[in-house]
Structure formats: C-alpha cells, structure tokens
C-alpha cells in the first residue's frame, strides 16, 4: 500500500502555512487529532489522579489511555510506560537512580553524537559515583557513529550505554540493536533517545 502523503500532510494544521521545516531540533508538528485531543480534555474538570470523584477518575483514564497509546506506538507493556514533562527531566530521574547504584571504576558509554538530554544527566551521575565516562566518536566524513567501536568502549566494568536513534541536529541514525547487541552481552543497561527518531518513522 503506497504511503498517502498528501492525507498524512493534511493531519497537521501548521502544515498549511507553507514553512519548510528543516531544523530537526525544532521538534515536529503537531497532529490535528492530538489538538483535538488536549482540547477536549482541557474543556472538562479533571483533578488530582483519585478514585474519589469523577474529576479524579477522569485524570486517571487520561493517562491511563496515554500510556496505553505509548504503548502501542512503541510495541511495549504501558505498565513500563512513564509520562513527564520533557526527556531531559525524565533522563535525569532515570540517571540518579541508577547512578546512586554505581560505584568507583565502574564505566558509563556516551556519545558525541547525542543531545544534551542524553549526556549530561549520565555525566552527572558518573561524577557523583567516581564512574569512568567513555565517549564513542563521531566520523566527522560522514556524519554517522560507528557501531564497531563499541567493541572497544564497552567491558565488564560498563553499566550503562547512552545512544541516540536519530541525531537531532544532522539526522544520523546509529545502528542502535548491533550497539546494545554489545553492551547486553557484558550485562549493561541502555539508554536510547528515541525523541528525535520516533516521529518520523517505525519504532524497532
């Protein structure tokens, strides 16, 4: 089935004022049917998160259902689906906890190719255990960052691998599954930064 752009184009409103949007760090437009949907749920009472009044419940069924169309976009449990209010503030959350179980030589993989969002809170963590901070490199002729060197970066120290699925500022999109292929054999977590990836295509 050929991809319908001229119907996916008439799904987002900004579209229509004739912009070519080039500058991926901008972010994306927005559908109308997502409009519609923040609309509708700023016109009716909603709450704190409670089972005690209907205002309550509704909140819950709002996130209960955003998380379950997360979910869905990316093919995972909307059990294992958290919401909050930008990837840096989550990243963040997500780096002390895990930092606060690293200790003195254990090693953190980050990229020059990723967004600040990806780097500092990793940064920071690593800091605050006395953890190594290891960088992969970018090749400066093509723009893309090699999955082979990860071989090298990654050991049996390593508890973490920071990656992007999509540059925010030249679009390069790293061979994320052969780069956690590495640091899942030697037992590290991995931390991929899908905001600058997922609108425009699958999620894998």
């Given at each position: 089935?050929?991809?319908?752009?001229?119907?996916?184009?008439?799904?987002?409103?900004?579209?229509?004022?004739?912009?070519?949007h080039l500058d991926g760090a901008g972010g994306t437009q927005t559908?109308?049917?997502?409009?519609?949907?923040?609309?509708?749920?700023?016109?009716?009472?909603?709450?704190?998160?409670?089972?005690?009044?209907?205002?309550?419940?509704?909140?819950?069924?709002?996130?209960?259902?955003?998380?379950?169309?997360?979910?869905?976009?990316?093919?995972?449990?909307?059990?294992?689906?958290?919401?909050?209010?930008?990837?840096?503030?989550?990243?963040?959350?997500?780096?002390?906890?895990?930092?606060?179980?690293?200790?003195?030589?254990?090693?953190?993989?980050?990229?020059?190719?990723?967004?600040?969002?990806?780097?500092?809170?990793?940064?920071?963590?690593?800091?605050?255990?006395?953890?190594?901070?290891?960088?992969?490199?970018?090749?400066?002729?093509?723009?893309?960052?090699?999955?082979?060197?990860?071989?090298?970066?990654?050991?049996?120290?390593?508890?973490?691998?920071?990656?992007?699925?999509?540059?925010?500022?030249?679009?390069?999109?790293?061979?994320v599954p052969a780069i956690a292929k590495i640091a899942h054999a030697?037992?590290?977590?991995?931390?991929?930064?899908?905001?600058?990836?997922?609108?425009?295509?699958?999620?894998?």
């Amino acid at each position: 089935m050929p991809f319908d752009i001229a119907r996916t184009r008439a799904a987002y409103p900004a579209l229509t004022e004739g912009f070519v949007h080039l500058d991926g760090a901008g972010g994306t437009q927005t559908a109308a049917g997502v409009i519609d949907a923040v609309t509708d749920a700023m016109r009716t009472a909603v709450g704190n998160r409670s089972a005690a009044n209907v205002p309550g419940r509704r909140s819950l069924e709002l996130v209960a259902e955003a998380r379950s169309a997360v979910a869905d976009l990316l093919g995972a449990d909307p059990a294992g689906v958290v919401l909050g209010p930008s990837a840096t503030a989550l990243i963040y959350t997500l780096a002390r906890t895990l930092g606060a179980t690293w200790r003195p030589g254990d090693e953190v993989v980050l990229s020059r190719l990723d967004h600040d969002a990806n780097v500092r809170p990793w940064v920071q963590a690593a800091e605050a255990a006395g953890a190594t901070v290891r960088w992969a490199e970018v090749d400066r002729h093509t723009g893309e960052l090699p999955a082979a060197q990860y071989a090298d970066l990654v050991g049996e120290r390593t508890r973490l691998v920071a990656v992007t699925a999509g540059s925010n500022a030249i679009g390069t999109m790293p061979d994320v599954p052969a780069i956690a292929k590495i640091a899942h054999a030697v037992g590290a977590l991995v931390c991929v930064d899908g905001v600058h990836s997922v609108p425009h295509g699958p999620t894998t």
